[in-house]
């Protein structure tokens, strides 16, 4: 089951993202959902989680109060708003189904992974 991730790009310092997730032929509305990222020669590393019904989210510390993950399961479809991007948010990310339905931050608790998207952010 592949997950489809989208919306990655090239932003300057300041600027905003909206990243979105789909699983076309697949629903994952009784999944928890998170966005990982990946930066040159680093590991795969959380960013957030929502739980099933959307009413639980984790954040990473250093994205905190600048990204807001959402989900609309009526579209099968997860999102990852990025807010006052800095360079150091400059990664690929991917987007997983858990395995259960709370949000976790562990890469271990996720089954389903997407392609994942390149995000750059310049100075």
């Known amino acids: 089951v592949q997950l489809q991730a989208s919306g990655g790009g090239l932003v300057q310092a300041g600027g905003s993202l909206r990243l979105s997730c789909a699983a076309p032929?697949?629903?994952?509305?009784?999944?928890?959902m998170g966005w990982f990222r990946q930066a040159p020669g680093k590991e795969r590393a959380f960013v957030a989680a929502i739980s099933w019904r959307g009413g639980t989210t984790y954040y990473e510390d250093s994205v905190k109060g600048r990204f807001t993950i959402s989900r609309d399961n009526a579209k099968n479809a997860v999102y990852l708003q990025m807010n006052s991007l800095i360079p150091d948010d400059t990664a690929v990310y991917y987007c997983?189904?858990?395995?259960?339905?709370?949000?976790?931050?562990?890469?271990?608790?996720?089954?389903?992974w997407g392609q994942g998207t390149l995000v750059t952010v310049s100075s």
């Open positions: 032929g697949r629903t994952f509305s009784n999944n928890a």
């Open positions: 997983a189904a858990a395995r259960g339905s709370a949000a976790a931050s562990v890469i271990s608790q996720y089954s389903y």
